[in-house]
């Protein structure tokens, strides 16, 4: 029996506004789509918080027993400035002032996310498909949306007919915006009269002369329309019906509702059971973007060079700082912040230091069982991670109780508390117990914790030359890598 028998999941679902029982569509498996990141820049804290929170509902999910198919793309074409059907393409803009190729721009900014996620112990996703490597995709979903008759081509481009399909379907359905409104509401931008109406957007564009990133299609040489590529890759490898989808709280519109019309475009059916929309990182106030400068990188941290912050603090306890918050509350990112979650992560490691010591009684005072079913009740819980934290303080209530004399513990309930301990905050909450440099050094910890996850890194890749040289060379520097069942901990000599 997988342990998904006995727990029953409540889900937010964004399309109903309700909390909902989570049934599979498949028994025993779960398909599960979120919205990856532009590669056109450096990711921020705020980029993160959002895939850090499908990434612990990956593991609950996982841990649980399901076979998760995670699908989570690279958008590498298509996405242009504003959001907007005109402008330059992100991409394409900073390849252009940087004077490098595109392509090096996706590269390199891929490789700077796949790092970042690394060092925040992050699951890789099961598939991470690109929006490049999947263009004949996207124009035969073209061409089934002008057959069903809900696309037109003006000029070379095509584009969605918002207000035909909303005779008979309904658009505004996850955001809850009705058509009448955004009329009212759109106002009508240069270089868009080739539309019928604002509200239509595009599904294929026609590339002006200079625009570098083109691919030949029935209607011209141009580019797919953003919100298409998702439509696309989600079907491919979930199918026409699949359990979850996730983005930012601000991908709801226009990009997740142009996903469903153009789904319900082409297929005839409303593609998810479940949207998933995770709330925004806030700092002084406002939305962290790169747009206004108003964002802090993972690196500096890692390495406590941002003016907003008094010093280093290591990927865990950013991590742990993230996770206490809900994954549908906007959360202040502030210094204060911060140092309270890294008392709360230091007081959460020294209370399983604590737990390894403790002896075992012939009874137990305390219902470890009960607590037991409190973890799993506050994750089933539309996966309620503060609610979970709470419940693993409890538990370190419980060991220094323990430990004074003033409960007592059997040794089944040893093992059951240990065992709960290190599922919860290992493999649910991805946290990692990293050994804390006694000479207090944080910027030292936290670059070696880099060194650390570039070795896993390498490890994974087969490439042991390169995570046998960073063992080495640290341990002539006097850092010691061990590798243990919880991760790699280092000491110096
Ligand atoms: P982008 O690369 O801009 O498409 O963003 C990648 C993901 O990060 C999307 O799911 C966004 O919703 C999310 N995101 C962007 N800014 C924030 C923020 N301040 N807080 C949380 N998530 C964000
Ligand atoms: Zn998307």
């Not at 912050?309 to 950013?318: C, Q, T």
Request: aromatic share 10%; with cysteine.
């Amino acid at each position: 029996m997988q342990p998904y028998h006995s727990q029953s999941i409540k889900i937010y679902n964004s399309l109903t506004g309700e909390k909902e029982t989570f049934k599979a569509i498949n028994e025993g498996h779960i398909g599960m789509y979120v919205c990856g990141p532009t590669v056109y820049s450096n990711v921020h804290l705020g980029n993160v918080r959002t895939f850090m929170s499908f990434d612990v509902i990956f593991r609950y999910l996982k841990h649980l027993g399901y076979k998760v198919r995670y699908v989570r793309n690279i958008t590498d074409a298509g996405h242009l400035e504003n959001d907007a059907d005109v402008g330059e393409d992100r991409i394409a803009k900073k390849a252009r002032l940087e004077e490098i190729e595109p392509m090096e721009v996706v590269q390199r900014y891929t490789v700077d996310f796949h790092n970042i996620l690394n060092a925040f112990n992050f699951l890789p996703p099961s598939i991470e498909p690109t929006a490049t490597g999947h263009i004949i995709e996207q124009i035969e979903l073209i061409k089934t949306i002008i057959d069903n008759g809900f696309a037109y081509v003006v000029n070379g481009s095509v584009y969605f007919d918002v207000h035909k399909f909303n005779q008979t379907n309904d658009y505004g359905k996850l955001s809850k915006r009705k058509l009448e409104d955004l009329i009212h509401n759109t106002r009508e931008l240069d270089g868009q009269s080739d539309k019928k109406n604002p509200q239509d957007f595009a599904l294929w564009k026609r590339a002006e002369p200079q625009h570098i990133m083109r691919w030949p299609s029935p209607w011209s040489d141009g580019f797919p329309g953003w919100h298409l590529e998702c439509t696309a890759m989600s079907t491919k490898y979930l199918g026409e019906h699949f359990d979850i989808h996730g983005g930012g709280m601000d991908l709801k519109f226009p990009h997740h509702e142009c996903e469903i019309a153009q789904n319900e475009a082409a297929k005839g059916q409303t593609p998810v059971n479940y949207w998933m929309h995770a709330n925004m990182l806030i700092m002084n106030g406002k939305k962290m973007a790169k747009s206004t400068g108003n964002y802090i990188l993972p690196g500096e941290i890692f390495t406590g060079n941002n003016s907003n912050i008094s010093k280093a603090f290591s990927p865990s306890v950013a991590r742990f700082f993230m996770l206490q918050a809900h994954y549908r509350s906007i959360l202040d990112f502030t210094n204060d912040g911060l140092l309270a979650a890294e008392k709360g992560f230091n007081r959460l490691m020294d209370a399983l230091s604590i737990l390894d010591g403790l002896k075992a009684s012939n009874t137990s005072s305390l219902d470890i069982n009960n607590w037991k079913q409190k973890c799993y009740d506050a994750m089933n819980d539309d996966f309620n991670s503060p609610i979970l934290i709470a419940q693993l303080f409890e538990a370190v209530k419980y060991i220094n109780q323990i430990k004074e004399g003033s409960e007592s513990i059997s040794i089944e309930d040893l093992v059951l508390l240990k065992q709960t301990l290190h599922t919860f905050i290992f493999d649910v909450l991805g946290l990692e117990n990293v050994t804390e440099i006694a000479s207090g050094s944080d910027k030292l910890s936290g670059t070696v914790e880099v060194l650390i996850k570039l070795r896993q890194e390498a490890r994974a890749n087969k490439d042991f030359a390169l995570s046998d040289k960073i063992r080495d060379e640290l341990s002539e520097i006097g850092i010691q890598l061990k590798d243990g069942k919880d991760g790699t901990t280092f000491s110096i000599n």
